[in-house]
């Protein structure tokens, strides 16, 4: 719950192309330590995306939401998104929730569950 709340806190620091937080979330200059956290979101989407079940499927959604907020507009932080693995995560997401697969008694069923994720909305 807590990395949920602290998704959120992102991805509304960064709404509306807010370019200071989100170079601010890449990289900070006036303090000690500097920690990436467009990078570590990244790799947290990837660690999710390789782990997709249904409980940790609103955590991922959040990641995904602060990535956008974070990227939009900001060609430095997309780029940092991509080392991230980002485009791996989200095909690995899309292949887990929209493959079925066949089952033995039909080898032919082959579908999506778009009907079954609109209806959870």
């Not at 990289?27 to 999710?48: C, G």
């Not at 990535?67 to 940092?80: F, R, S, V």
């Not at 690995?92 to 066949?102: G, K, W």
């Amino acid at each position: 719950k807590r990395t949920g709340v602290v998704l959120d806190v992102v991805s509304r620091l960064c709404d509306n192309q807010n370019s200071n937080m989100q170079e601010v979330f890449r990289e900070q200059e006036f303090y000690f330590s500097n920690v990436n956290i467009v990078a570590e979101i990244s790799v947290l989407l990837h660690t999710l995306s390789e782990h997709l079940n249904s409980k940790n499927m609103k955590i991922t959604q959040k990641a995904i939401q602060a990535l956008i907020e974070m990227c939009a507009g900001n060609y430095k932080n997309q780029e940092w998104a991509f080392k991230g693995q980002i485009v791996e995560s989200i095909n690995t997401i899309l292949r887990h929730l929209f493959v079925v697969p066949s089952a033995p008694e039909n080898p032919q069923a082959h579908g999506t569950q778009l009907p079954h994720l609109i209806a959870q909305e």
